[in-house]
């Protein structure tokens, strides 16, 4: 299993970024996938989920109405679309498959929200 996220950078406040996690070595459209973050000396926190056909999405409180999940099965990639970022979203962002019991990790992509 391979997960490899990529798109993080540094954004203004009130800017936008799309996250992208290409994943490989399992198949894609049988699993949920989720994003997490994590800021230093902070616990990892689920920030989205997405079902395996994308028809279910689910959202942590504090980015409801500002981020979306989606999927593309053709393509075996899980995005993360940020709106109206602030400076509380800071974090590095994750890509996650929970696979016959075993979590898998991509390597993080780096969101810095400052002006």
């Known amino acids: 299993v391979q997960l490899v996220e990529s798109g993080g950078s540094l954004v203004q406040p009130g800017g936008s970024l799309r996250l992208s996690c290409a994943a490989s070595?399992?198949?894609?459209?049988?699993?949920?996938m989720s994003w997490y973050r994590q800021v230093p000396g902070k616990e990892r926190e689920l920030v989205a989920a997405i079902s395996r056909a994308g028809s279910t999405t689910n959202y942590a409180d504090s980015v409801k109405g500002r981020f979306t999940i989606s999927r593309s099965n053709a393509k075996n990639t899980v995005f993360l679309q940020m709106n109206g970022l602030s400076s509380e979203d800071t974090a590095v962002y994750y890509c996650?498959?929970?696979?016959?019991?075993?979590?898998?990790w991509g390597q993080g992509t780096q969101v810095t929200v400052a002006s």
């Open positions: 996650n498959v929970r696979r016959q019991s075993i979590s898998y």
């Open positions: 070595g399992f198949t894609f459209s049988n699993y949920a």
